[in-house]
């Protein structure tokens, strides 16, 4: 699956009637490099919450970005080798946040791995298979600890950190739409940003918990292996089947680890992070994909911060989560 398709503006809305009269309304945009779905309740101001919330994602993209040489962050990218620079309270919010979870994770999620990132090009035009001198270049000191945080101003000691946000900004996005649209009062909700769920409140019209497939790897998007019964949670996955090129019948695919410099290798397919926080399911499902089954069970047991849950899919098909009650099939 490529991911080409950043400039198409593509818009789809449609209403759902339940039996009991009542409706919803959905909206899906294609932003962030994916499609991005928000579901609420039918009333007089839906549509322009609608309208907010989505505008909010244009900005944050803006701000967030790694693809768009615009943006805040690629700007940043650009000349914090060079100078302490200010930033935006939006990119130093999620700034400080990556680097936390960095420190947590040991670098396992790594936010300073853009330069990395950008040699493989995974899901994009120039993808291809570098050069081992270029990886061994590009993993030089290579660690969150050389982004520098003073104030509102950023800097790099090297010049081979550049920041990629690609493994929690959608996550840290998504929290600030559940924000918003708490502060609208809008009760239930449904937020998919490309696979980066939130469930707010009860399912729709009802008392129910809402149920959260989640896919089979390498099968298509209606295969469902698993189904969560959650709320007010954020469901996060991150797989390595749905971008990747594939060489001389290798396949390569977009989660690095910082410390080879190659796509992670372990007998992992997928993990699914189950964290009321968005920013922090995305960031741990990346990085636990990174540190493999037994370390991040060890990480999960010792996480007071928050409680995560996780559903991990080995490449036998098998699965493993820290929570059967969450499962209903
Ligand atoms: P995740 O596991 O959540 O994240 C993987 C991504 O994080 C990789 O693609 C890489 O960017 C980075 N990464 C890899 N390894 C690590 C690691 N060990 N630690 C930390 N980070 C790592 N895609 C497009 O095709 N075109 C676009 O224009 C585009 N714009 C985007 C703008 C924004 C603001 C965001 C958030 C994403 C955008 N994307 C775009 C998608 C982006 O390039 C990533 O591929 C995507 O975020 C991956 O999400 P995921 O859930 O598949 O995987
Ligand atoms: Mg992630």
Redesign the pocket.
Known sequence: M?????NIFFVFCCFTFFSCGKETVSRTEF????FCTIKIPKSKSADFILDECFEKIKT?????????FN?E?SKLNEVAFKKPTEVSNELLDLIIL?KKI?EKTD?????A??N??KLWG???ENENLPSEVKIKKAIEDLSYKNILIDGNKISFTNENIKI??????????TDLIVKLLKEKKVESASIN????IYVLGKKFFTDDNWRIGLRKPYEDLNSYELVLSVNNTSV????IY??YFEKDGTKYH?????KTGY??RNNLVSVSVVCESSAYA??L???F??MGYEKSIHFIKNFSEKKIDAVFIFSDNSYKTTNKSLLVK
């Open positions: 490529k991911f080409f398709l950043k932003l962030i490099g994916t944050l993209e803006y701000i967030f970005s790694a693809n768009d943006s962050l990556a960095a670098g396992a999620f790594e936010p791995i853009g990395l990132v995974i899901g994009f990629d946000l690609g493994a929690i900004a959608k996550g840290h996005i940003l490309g696979g980066n996060v996955t991150s797989g749905e971008r977009h989660i690095l680890d910082s796509p992670v995305d960031a499902a990346t990085a994909l990174v």
